[in-house]
T-cell receptor, first 115, second 115 residues
Framework: GAGVSQTPSNKVTEKGKYVELRCDPI?????LYWYRQSLGQGPEFLIY????????DSGLPNDRFFAVRPEGSVSTLKIQRTERGDSAVYLC?????????????FGPGTRLTVT | AQSVAQPEDQVNVAEGNPLTVKCTYS??????LFWYVQYPNRGLQFLLK??????LVKGSYGFEAEFNKSQTSFHLKKPSALVSDSALYFC?????????????FGQGTTLQVKP
C-alpha cells in the first residue's frame, strides 16, 4: 500500500517568510508525528497527534512553529518568520496507534532551506 | 532526561563478517527500543523493536538486536554483512509511561561494508 507522503520534497524560502509543509499518513493510521533532522544528527521530535488533537507538542522549539491535523488524517506543519536555523529535513511519520509500541512509518521528508 | 548514545560515528566491516552497531540508552523505567535504517535519499525504515520478553529480537534483512537491561544497551547485530547493508543506522527509545509515541533517537552510525 501507499506509504507516508510529504510535499514538497524541497522548499527554499527567504528568511522571514512563512512556509507550510504537508504530510499524508498511511490510511487508517491514527497517530501522526513530526520530527526535524539536522545534518549529521538523528531525528528530533517536534509534535505528535492522536486523531485531530496534538497529544504532545513538547518538541516545538518556539511559537513560530505550529501544526494542525483538522480531520485526523493530513497534517500541516507551519513555520512563521523563518530563520536560517530552521533549515533541516522535516520528517513525518504515522503509526496505527500508540499502544503496544506500534512502529512508526516515516515519509521521505521535506528539505527546508532558509536563505 | 531521556537520551540515546551511539558511540561510533562509523563502523567498517568486510562483507561476510559479522557486524555490531552499538547503542546505549538512559531512560527511566523499561523503554521500548527500536532500530531504523536510512538509505541515501530515502526515508527511515523500521528494522526491529524490543517490547518485552526474549532479549534477542529478530528483524528485517537478517538483523537482530540484543537487549541488555543491566548495561542499558540494545546493540544491533548481523552474522554476515552484505555490501547492500551499507547505510545510516539509528537507535531509538520510547518511554512506556504517559500517552506519547515520541521517539528519542541517537545521532546515527554509518555502516560501511566493503567487498
Amino acid at each position: 500500500g501507499a506509504g507516508v507522503s510529504q510535499t514538497p520534497s524541497n522548499k527554499v524560502t527567504e528568511k522571514g517568510k512563512y512556509v507550510e509543509l504537508r504530510c499524508d499518513p498511511i490510511s487508517g493510521h491514527t497517530a501522526l508525528y513530526w520530527y526535524r533532522q539536522s545534518l549529521g544528527q538523528g531525528p528530533e521530535f517536534l509534535i505528535y497527534f492522536q486523531g485531530t488533537g496534538a497529544a504532545d507538542d513538547s518538541g516545538l522549539p518556539n511559537d513560530r512553529f505550529f501544526a494542525v491535523r483538522p480531520e485526523g488524517s493530513v497534517s500541516t506543519l507551519k513555520i512563521q518568520r523563518t530563520e536560517r536555523g530552521d533549515s533541516a529535513v522535516y520528517l513525518c511519520a504515522s503509526s496505527r496507534g500508540v499502544g503496544e509500541a506500534y512502529e512508526q512509518y516515516f515519509g521521505p521528508g521535506t528539505r527546508l532551506t532558509v536563505t | 532526561a531521556q537520551s540515546v548514545a551511539q558511540p561510533e560515528d562509523q563502523v567498517n566491516v568486510a562483507e561476510g563478517n559479522p557486524l555490531t552497531v552499538k547503542c546505549t540508552y538512559s531512560v527511566s523505567g523499561n523503554p521500548y527500543l527500536f532500530w531504523y535504517v536510512q538509505y541515501p535519499n530515502r526515508g527511515l525504515q523500521f528494522l526491529l523493536k524490543y517490547i518485552t520478553g526474549d532479549n534477542l529480537v529478530k528483524g528485517s534483512y537478517g538483523f537482530e538486536a540484543e537487549f541488555n537491561k543491566s548495561q542499558t544497551s540494545f546493540h544491533l547485530k548481523k552474522p554476515s554483512a552484505l555490501v547492500s547493508d551499507s547505510a545510516l543506522y539509528f537507535c531509538a527509545v520510547r518511554g512506556r509511561s504517559g500517552n506519547t509515541g515520541k521517539l528519542i533517537f541517537g545521532q546515527g552510525t554509518t555502516l560501511q561494508v566493503k567487498p
